[in-house]
C-alpha cells in the first residue's frame, strides 16, 4: 500500500492551497483517512479527519478554513486550506488507515509567508 501526497508549496497570508493524497496498492479502500502537519521543532499534530460516510472533524487551528473532502473513489482524500496563515507553514502529512494499519505518506511542504 503506497500513500502519496501532491500540491501544496508557497503561498501569500490570505491565500489558499490544496493538497492532495491518493491510496494505491490496495483493493479494500482505506476506513479513515486524515491530514497531519509538523512545523520545525515541532510535534506532528492531527489537521483533519474523514470516514467513509463522509463524517469530517478539524483540529481547532483548521475548523473554519480548512475543508476535507474524499473523491467518489474513496482513495483520493483532499485539503483545501484557505485564508492561510505563517503558523501553517509545516509539513503535511497524510495517513490512511488500511485494514487496521496506519500507511503513511512522505509529506509535502506548505509554506505561508507574512
Known amino acids: 500500500v503506497q500513500v502519496v501526497e501532491s500540491g501544496g508549496g508557497l503561498v501569500q497570508a490570505g491565500g489558499s492551497l490544496r493538497l492532495t493524497c491518493v491510496v494505491s496498492g490496495t483493493i479494500v479502500s482505506p476506513t479513515a483517512m486524515a491530514w497531519y502537519r509538523q512545523a520545525p521543532g515541532e510535534q506532528r499534530q492531527w489537521v483533519a479527519g474523514?470516514?467513509?460516510?463522509?463524517?469530517?472533524k478539524y483540529a481547532d487551528s483548521a475548523q473554519g478554513r480548512f475543508s476535507i473532502s474524499r473523491a467518489r473513489a474513496q482513495n483520493t482524500v483532499y485539503l483545501q486550506m484557505n485564508n492561510m496563515k505563517p503558523e501553517d507553514t509545516a509539513v503535511y502529512s497524510c495517513?490512511?488507515?488500511?485494514?487496521?494499519?496506519?500507511?503513511w505518506g512522505q509529506g509535502r511542504q506548505v509554506t505561508v509567508s507574512a
Open positions: 474523514i470516514i467513509p460516510n463522509g463524517i469530517t
Open positions: 495517513k490512511a488507515v488500511v485494514r487496521a494499519v496506519d500507511v
